[in-house]
């Protein structure tokens, strides 16, 4: 990867409402185009998680939800409605830490997020809204469906609360066309030595960036173009971000 | 915060490589003006911990370090050199985890993080960089100097490893003139929902975009200027984006 000098980000103006069943490509190519902006090589086209999800119909109803036993006793214990825990568990491979107000979970997809990522901001009354089914794959249909050259990326970005610093960030949960994690081992620094850190998480610094622009709830601005970077590594998705366990430093 | 539509990122230009003693703000000065930049209201220019460390002089010849029996015992354990163990651990309130080449510590920062954030890229054979001492403090004393109206933000960044993801992703250890942490609690959604995420770690956000232009040792374009931001929260410094223990939901 060599790193740009310049980088532009661009929110996408013009961008309706999405609902589910929407053609979000055909929406963010009529997008592009009213912005008078063709994809080039070194684009990468950021999308909320929230719109990918609408547009693939992944919108529950939570008074059609019927909580197992399971999710009864975790909603008692949490203080969170029932047919949302229900929502959470189907979603998650298991429960990492519960306590009252808080449930985080280890996602089927392997993120390790509080309510397996289910949102209920901008999403309407008694909605519930789950990520998408399998973000990399969703990452790479629309990068095909709007005919994107080589060289240009999609992202789909959700924000994430982390362990040790407050706040969220941007985190890809999607990626395609361009490398989500860069390895560098066996480059060398301006003194020949072997660099320190060589493995960069280039997929979740972009989706990070394209959050200064979405705001927090994604509001308004749910696709973010960036502009001007470049890489020859080849193309990895978003599940290569996603350290197994057994080699996690820090657990 | 109104989040933006359009953003900028600038590599400054002519920076020349920082030594022991140099006066940053001048050289960062000098940089701007070369590039014909001034700073103004919705800036943050980012500057690697590396330059910032250099300048400041925490740089430390190994050969000089006498390594305690602790740092011995430990640097036999994780196969680490026993003067740098000695560093880290003189950086350090307490190791979080330990193996054959891991060594965690919490920084006396308060920062989660590998071998103290002591970096031997890029600084020369037999040197080790410690943190600044205060980057919080650089950070503001380096706005101060360089004259910045309001409305004008210093991050200093680094590259830090997570935990659950691969990777290192670009971290704020300080800030100056803007809010390192922004939060929305009491704002609604499109809906008039209470927001669900509402507390955003903008200057993590910021440091990550930076650290995309930067490269993974920052070489050569230590400093990144970041163009288009807005915020109205009062400014907040970067330890306030360090979650206390008693805090942590995912601990």
Redesign the interface.
């Known amino acids: 990867?060599?790193?740009?000098?310049?980088?532009?980000?661009?929110?996408l103006?013009g961008l309706p409402m999405v609902r589910p069943g929407d053609d979000l490509a055909a929406l963010l190519a009529q997008a592009l185009a009213g912005a008078g902006l063709e994809l080039r090589a070194g684009d990468v086209l950021v999308l909320a998680q929230k719109i990918v999800s609408k547009a693939e119909g992944r919108l529950v109803r939570l008074a059609e939800v019927t909580p197992s036993a399971d999710a009864m006793a975790l909603a008692e214990e949490t203080g969170k409605d029932p047919a949302l825990v229900e929502l959470i568990l189907s979603e998650s491979r298991r429960v990492?830490?519960r306590?009252p107000g808080?449930l985080?979970v280890e996602h089927r997809l392997g993120?390790?997020m509080?309510n397996a990522g289910i949102?209920?901001?901008?999403?309407?009354?008694g909605m519930a809204l789950l990520l998408p089914a399998d973000p990399d794959t969703s990452a790479e249909r629309l990068r095909a469906a709007l005919g994107a050259p080589t060289g240009v990326g999609v992202v789909i970005n959700d924000?994430f609360?982390?362990?040790?610093?407050?706040?969220?960030?941007?985190?890809a949960i999607g990626a395609a066309g361009l490398p989500a994690?860069?390895d560098?081992r066996g480059e060398a620094?301006?003194?020949g030595?072997p660099?320190?850190?060589?493995?960069?998480?280039?997929a979740?610094?972009?989706a990070?960036?394209a959050?200064?622009?979405?705001?927090?709830?994604a509001?308004?601005?749910p696709a973010v173009l960036v502009r001007g970077?470049s890489w020859s590594a080849p193309a990895s998705p978003a599940a290569?971000?996603?350290?197994p366990e057994e080699?996690?430093?820090?657990?």
């Open positions: 990867m060599q790193a740009p000098a310049r980088l532009e980000l661009i929110a103006p990492v830490r306590r808080v985080i993120f390790i509080a949102d209920q901001s901008n999403v309407g009354e924000s609360g982390r362990p040790w610093r407050r706040g969220t960030a941007g985190v994690l860069v560098r620094d301006l003194f030595r660099l320190q850190v060589t493995m960069i998480a280039l979740d610094e972009i990070a960036t959050s200064l622009l979405m705001g927090p709830a509001e308004g601005r970077l290569t971000l996603i350290r080699e996690d430093l820090f657990r």
